[in-house]
């Protein structure tokens, strides 16, 4: 069936030519200036000021804040997981939930809530099914990472409250090198977790105007090294008075594997991981259209990290999957999970030149993916999904400024968890998504629109269970510039269907701690959303600040019930009114010049306070404030920077949430360009948490036992020729 579909769309996509993003080198006037002001001499891969893909971005302003890493920025923070990559921009929290798995946290949200995208469409892996499921994006052949807010969102889905993160990769070729062939490598290395890792990709002009393109990428680094104790002080505090209890009761051998858990320090043990990817890709670039297509692999094993835990079988009990999950104690055997993803995908557009629709565009994607949880050698559940997702939309010619793009979205998939611990039955996801977005603007005052519809059906097979969703979400975004300073705002009202788990999830979940069940009468999670925000732009400063709340009035979430089950604590979805609100902030300023260098200073700071009301207490794993600051000397071949992070304690928590202890980081880079300012060429030497301190992230759910990196030098190099 899914074969068909697939054929079937690339039927479509020959007869419209039509693609999810337009060329984006040289052949593209709109984004070809802006590519040259952040790089000039590199045909190839835009370094400086943001340049938004997608075919109705090129020409629309963008009234929501929109950020990204590119280029040398892209290389330095490139880590394994595009979560722990994007945590230096602002609003942006991660996961955290090992180095092989965390995903991205944007305002305060994650899961569902945040869509994460590869080249304007959908993952389709199971990373929002469960936090301890690995992204299957490989940021070492990623070009560029592109986060989104606002009205705009709406064209990725009703779901996206939180925004959207687009991974933008080369496979399919968007337009024809300038020389015969051309060649990108990154590489690095990183001491914390003797990390070696490395990227390359090449792309070769055929004849007849085809491009042809492959990548591939190896990652490998152990058990990862720590500041100082691996457990945070209340779990620790905890771990020691039960192997006490466990010595009392005659258990010698249970206490001293607790004792030897709680005084672990230097290395998070079972936190190694091993990646690599492969893709290959083809694309026809003609004078008004282009039609490509590529397959690629992604592979990784990691390990689990266990939490030292609350039950202990004896005298030869056999436990149950939840006992295994909340013994995590030192003897019991290792869980790892190996993940594998193959993907093909498929993009054309071609330009009609008409008065009113410009440009057709087309892009689809098929992925299968099955990932497996060991413990030990054995095998203990494993995660089989099979998706495809395919989005065509009709861009609108600028009108007397007037522009915009309307389309249809259409996802199904198929998810089944065979094992002890399979917490959500087999089932099965379609959904069909209308959309439309609009811009217009006279003068110095611009408008934006977005109206979107969705009809999304979950059913659980075996449980004989069927929902569907019938959902509207609207948006509206204004905006005045008065001269380098521009005000506006957005509103929005979205919808959001319930996610699988919340809706049929019935069993112990490994990520969680905890026994979760769903329930299947939930109703739609629906939110007005409003931000207001101010862009300052001038020669030498850039600054931006926003302000925003959201309130909902049948917010998802789980809470303790009492209960427990399989030796761990009962958590069930539930529903209720809740308010998040914030602020996120963002300025780089040059202050002039020291020598032959520029000196700039920059800095981020975000914010996110979110409750339940009714008496339901904070949200839990929302980021406390954080501030970034740093300062820089910059030259056209060498650039010198130092920056301190600073987070704050978090201690509005929710039921069953420890506090997290804030923490200051303090980090500084080099940046070395041999050939100059033309930056093909660049050695990047950092050393992070200089002064090797513990640090947690609130939003993770592994925080107690599993803290960020400790001192971690790390050397890149990054050519393009």
Do not use: C
């Not at 395919?390 to 979205?409: D, F, I, L, M, P």
């Not at 101010?534 to 809470?559: G, L, M, P």
């Amino acid at each position: 069936m899914k074969k068909a579909v697939l054929l079937r769309s690339a039927t479509i996509a020959a007869v419209a030519l039509s693609a999810m993003h337009a060329p984006a080198y040289a052949q593209n006037a709109d984004t070809a200036n802006a590519a040259d002001e952040a790089d000039e001499d590199d045909d190839f891969h835009r370094t400086g000021e943001i340049v938004v893909t997608a075919p109705y971005f090129e020409k629309l302003d963008l009234l929501a804040g929109t950020s990204a890493l590119a280029g040398e920025d892209l290389a330095q923070q490139s880590r394994g997981q595009i979560g722990d990559t994007l945590t230096s921009l602002p609003g942006i929290s991660a996961t955290s939930f090992s180095p092989g798995s965390s995903r991205p946290v944007l305002r305060g949200f994650q899961g569902n809530r945040v869509a994460v995208l590869t080249d304007g469409i959908g993952n389709i892996d199971a990373s929002n099914t469960s936090a301890d499921h690995a992204v299957t994006i490989e940021t070492l052949t990623t070009e560029r990472i592109e986060v989104l807010r606002g009205p705009a969102v709406l064209l990725f889905g009703g779901q996206a409250v939180g925004g959207a993160v687009n991974a933008i990769d080369k496979r399919i070729p968007r337009s024809i090198p300038e020389a015969p062939a051309h060649v990108d490598v990154l590489g690095g290395y990183g001491s914390a977790a003797s990390e070696w890792s490395g990227g390359a990709s090449v792309d070769v002009a055929l004849a007849n105007r085809i491009v042809v393109h492959v990548d591939g990428s190896y990652r490998k680094s152990d058990d990862m090294r720590i500041g100082g104790y691996q457990l945070s002080p209340e779990l620790r505090e905890e771990v020691l008075e039960l192997a006490d209890e466990e010595a009392s009761e005659g258990h010698l051998d249970e206490a001293e594997e607790l004792r030897e858990a709680a005084d672990n320090r230097g290395r998070i043990p079972n936190s190694g991981v091993e990646s690599w990817s492969a893709g290959v890709g083809a694309a026809f670039i003609g004078e008004r259209g282009n039609l490509g297509a590529s397959f690629s692999i992604y592979d990784t094993n990691y390990g689990i990290p266990s939490r030292p835990g609350t039950a202990h079988a004896h005298g030869g009990e056999a436990a149950s999957a939840g006992e295994k999950i909340a013994m995590g104690a030192k003897g019991e055997e290792d869980v790892t999970i190996g993940l594998r993803q193959y993907r093909a995908d498929l993009r054309g557009e071609v330009e009609t030149g008409g008065d009113f629709i410009e440009k057709l565009t087309f892009r689809a994607g098929y992925a299968d993916y099955t990932h497996t949880e060991f413990e030990g050698d054995e095998i203990g559940t494993v995660f089989n999904s099979d998706g495809i997702e395919a989005r065509s939309e009709a861009v609108q010619a600028n009108r007397n400024g007037w522009r915009g793009a309307s389309g249809v979205q259409y996802l199904t998939r198929d998810f089944e968890a065979i094992g002890a611990e399979a917490f959500v039955p087999p089932n099965r996801t379609r959904q069909l998504g209308l959309f439309t977005f609009q811009e217009y603007g006279w003068g110095n005052f611009e408008i934006e629109g977005a109206l979107r519809y969705d009809s999304v059906t979950q059913e659980a097979q075996t449980r004989g269970l069927e929902r569907t969703f019938n959902n509207v979400s609207a948006a509206m975004g204004a905006a005045y510039l008065f001269s380098s300073l521009k005000l506006g705002m957005n509103a929005s009202r979205t919808a959001r269907a319930p996610a699988v788990e919340e809706l049929f999830s019935d069993g112990p979940h490994i990520a969680t701690q905890a026994y979760e069940i769903g329930d299947p009468t939930l109703d739609s999670e629906r939110a007005w959303n409003l931000e207001l925000y101010a862009r300052y732009d001038s020669s030498n400063v850039k600054a931006t600040a926003t302000v925003y709340s959201n309130w909902f009035s049948n917010f998802i979430y789980e809470d303790a019930t009492g209960a427990e089950e399989d030796s761990l604590p009962v958590f069930q979805y539930f529903q209720n009114k809740a308010r998040f609100w914030g602020f996120e902030a963002e300025l780089s300023a040059r202050l002039g010049k020291i020598g032959g260098f520029d000196f700039v200073v920059d800095g981020v700071a975000d914010h996110t306070r979110a409750t339940i009301s009714n008496g339901g207490g904070p949200v839990p794993r929302i980021p406390p404030l954080r501030l970034l600051g740093g300062a820089e000397l910059k030259s056209g071949a060498l650039d010198l920077r130092g920056e301190v992070e600073w987070s704050a304690d978090q201690t509005r928590t929710a039921a069953f949430e420890t506090d997290t202890a804030g923490f200051t980081m303090v980090n500084a880079s080099v940046s070395w360009r041999p050939l100059g300012a033309d930056r093909n060429i660049v050695f990047i030497a950092s050393a992070n948490n200089i002064f090797d301190v513990t640090a947690r992230r609130a939003a993770s759910f592994t925080k107690d036992f599993v803290p960020l990196s400790g001192r971690d030098f790390r050397l890149t190099a990054r050519l393009s020729f």
